[in-house]
């Protein structure tokens, strides 16, 4: 097909489950293109000879390459084009924020409606998933030859250290994941949900192509506590990357947080995704399924979690927060999704104290009325105080959405690892390099709580000075 030029063609619309029948359910939403409308949106794209796209994607996807090749028809030259740059493109396709990356910088966005990149690149990946020859895998007609002599070990099992493996692994390295869980994707398998990115069918997928490449995974090692990095180095790893993202959880700190029905969001959602509790009775993780369930923050993390306690059986589920839904940070795909699923938005309201109901069980929130100010450092509109005005919100299952912090167990083990005044790890930006030689690191816990692609960039970036420093050919 030939590429057409019109930019006024509208934007192919992905189908959705409708959303009565999946917030019964957990199966996905989006229900992903067929070749007919991939190949319509693929039309859209006007092959720009300085792409705009590309220079938004932190791990560069050569974006018009693949959409030519898909306009053509031609899906598995696609999908080798995409690999050359992007591990995980099933994973990137379905949650990275395209409409602030890729998207936000195609030349179409200047008429509202930029290429849909993101489920072009879901579509390709998809058409792929069941196969695992390695030229698909690489984007090279065949299997690298893996350098035992080249070994290098990468803490934490998420998308920066998935990245950093596939990446070292097709440039000739023996490279080996150690995780401290007995899942491997990080948030990828215990955050966010099923319905938004099926585990089974699509991150171990992933995760199975790079086995292909001879990665090695050993679960339930908790790195700074089963073994240091010097037990590594000892070992005869060559260099180690850091990826054990920022888990740690940050609360509220008002009275009544400790009452039972209030949880935070990562163990809420552990429990739900990593223990399947939602898929009672085969798996017994209890849980408590709320009524009139509260959710505080506004990112994709309280969305998560409101669309879970919706499909969990919850009479109404109210997110709390101190701006209004045009400030929230979450993709705002996730936002009309949530809405559409029936879950209510308590604007301009901060939490000021939990309080407990006649059994002692959390019973209901004390709110706090909030106007927007003028726009702090971030730009937005300060949340400020209206003196007097309060509302009591009856919950029994409060889901705290605030953030994360680092996870200090691996930290703390090495007081050589130089952090921030944040507590993250520090690096050398151009390489990734921590203050240890050697020493890698990147993703959430260099940045704090991020982005999948981010991550992923930081794990690339880290890879290609670890290939470089191995002697392996590093192309590009
Ligand atoms: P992680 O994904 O956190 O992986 C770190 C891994 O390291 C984990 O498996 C952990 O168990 C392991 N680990 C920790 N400590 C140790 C140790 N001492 N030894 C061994 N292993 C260890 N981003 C998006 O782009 N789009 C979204 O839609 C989106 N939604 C999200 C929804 C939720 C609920 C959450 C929590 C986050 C979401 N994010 C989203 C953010 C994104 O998932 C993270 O930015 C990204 O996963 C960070 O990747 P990472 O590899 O740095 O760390
Ligand atoms: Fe295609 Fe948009 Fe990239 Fe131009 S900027 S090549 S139109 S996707």
């Known amino acids: 097909m030939k590429a057409s030029k019109n930019p006024i063609m509208p934007r192919v619309e992905m189908p959705n489950q409708p959303p009565a029948e999946r917030v019964r359910n957990f199966d996905e939403v989006a229900l992903g293109y067929t070749l007919e409308m991939a190949k319509e949106e693929a039309a859209r794209c006007l092959q720009c000879k300085k792409p705009k796209c590309v220079k938004g994607c932190p791990v560069e996807v050569p974006i018009p390459q693949f959409i ?51 489920r072009l690149e879901r579509f390709v990946a998809d058409e792929f998933m069941y196969r695992d020859a390695c030229g698909l895998i690489t984007g090279k007609p065949e299997c690298p030859y893996i350098d035992p002599e080249k070994k290098v070990a990468c803490i934490g099992s998420g998308p920066a250290s998935l990245t950093a493996a596939g990446y070292l692994a097709a440039r000739g390295c023996k490279v080996t994941v150690f995780e401290a869980l007995h899942e491997l994707g990080g948030v990828l398998v215990y955050g966010i949900p099923e319905f938004r990115l099926p585990k089974e069918k699509i991150v171990a997928k992933e995760i199975g192509a790079l086995r292909e490449l001879e990665v090695e995974f050993v679960r339930n090692r908790v790195g700074g506590k089963t073994f240091s990095i010097q037990d590594l180095f000892d070992q005869g790893y060559k260099a180690v990357f850091i990826g054990v993202g920022a888990g740690l ?50 990112g994709n993390v309280a969305m998560d ?38 879950v209510q938005v308590a604007e301009l309201c ?67 690892l130089e952090l921030n005044r944040w507590g993250y790890v520090q690096v050398d930006e151009e390489t990734g390099e921590t203050s240890i030689p050697d020493v890698y690191a990147g993703g959430d816990i260099v940045t704090g709580a991020a982005t999948v692609i981010l991550a992923m960039g930081a794990g690339r970036k880290a890879a290609k000075n670890i290939a470089a420093k191995l002697g392996c050919v590093v192309d590009d």
């Open 249 to 298: 959880p940050r609360f509220l700190n008002i009275p009544g947080e400790n009452l039972n029905g209030v949880f935070s969001a990562n163990e809420y959602l552990t429990r739900v995704n990593l223990g399947r509790a939602y898929s009672f009775p085969d798996f017994d993780t209890p849980i408590i399924r709320g009524k009139r369930v509260t959710v505080y923050g506004g």
């Open 68 to 118: 030519a090749e898909l306009a053509k028809g031609d899906v598995e030259k696609a999908y080798q084009v995409i690999k050359t740059t992007n591990s995980l493109p099933a994973v990137c396709g379905r949650v990275c924020p395209q409409e602030v990356q890729c998207e936000g910088s195609c030349i179409l966005q200047a008429k509202g409606q930029p290429v849909a990149i993101g």
């Open 305 to 342: 979690a409101a669309r879970t306690a919706m499909r969990l059986g919850a009479e109404s589920v109210h997110i709390v927060y101190r701006r209004t839904q045009a400030e929230m940070p979450a993709r705002h795909e996730e936002i009309e999704h949530a809405i559409e699923e029936g």
């Open 350 to 416: 901060g939490p000021l104290e939990f309080r407990a109901d006649e059994c002692g069980n959390l019973g209901s929130v004390l709110l706090q009325k909030m106007e927007l100010g003028e726009p702090d450092e971030s730009g937005r509109c300060r949340p400020v105080v209206v003196e007097g005005a309060t509302e009591e919100l009856p919950t029994d299952l409060a889901i705290i959405a605030v953030g994360t912090r680092s996870n200090p167990v691996l930290l703390e083990n090495e007081p050589r």
